[in-house]
């Protein structure tokens, strides 16, 4: 895997190429931290700053979620 740091927030998924998106969300399950930053996506996506919805939605489709 070369993205070497695991996302915490939607913008950080966006920057993971796609041909990687699979070991992240492996990497993220094996550390603990799939439901944290899902948590944080869900947040970002009741905000008030319409680009944090945004992204947040992206970020979703990007791990191959359905909003």
Same mark, same amino acid.
């Given at each position: !895997?070369?993205?070497?740091?695991? #996302?915490?927030? #939607? *913008? @950080?998924? +966006? @920057? /993971? =190429?796609?041909?990687? /998106?699979?070991?992240? /969300?492996?990497? +993220? /399950? &094996?550390? $603990?931290? +799939?439901? #944290?930053? !899902? $948590?944080? *996506? %869900?947040?970002?996506?009741?905000? &008030? %700053? $319409?680009? +944090? $919805?945004?992204?947040?939605?992206?970020?979703?489709?990007?791990?191959?979620? =359905?909003?």
């Amino acid at each position: !895997m070369t993205h070497h740091t695991l #996302p915490l927030a #939607p *913008i @950080d998924v +966006l @920057d /993971i =190429p796609e041909q990687e /998106i699979s070991e992240v /969300i492996r990497a +993220l /399950i &094996g550390h $603990r931290q +799939l439901t #944290p930053l !899902m $948590r944080r *996506i %869900n947040a970002d996506l009741h905000s &008030g %700053n $319409r680009t +944090l $919805r945004q992204q947040s939605r992206s970020a979703l489709q990007r791990l191959g979620f =359905p909003e």
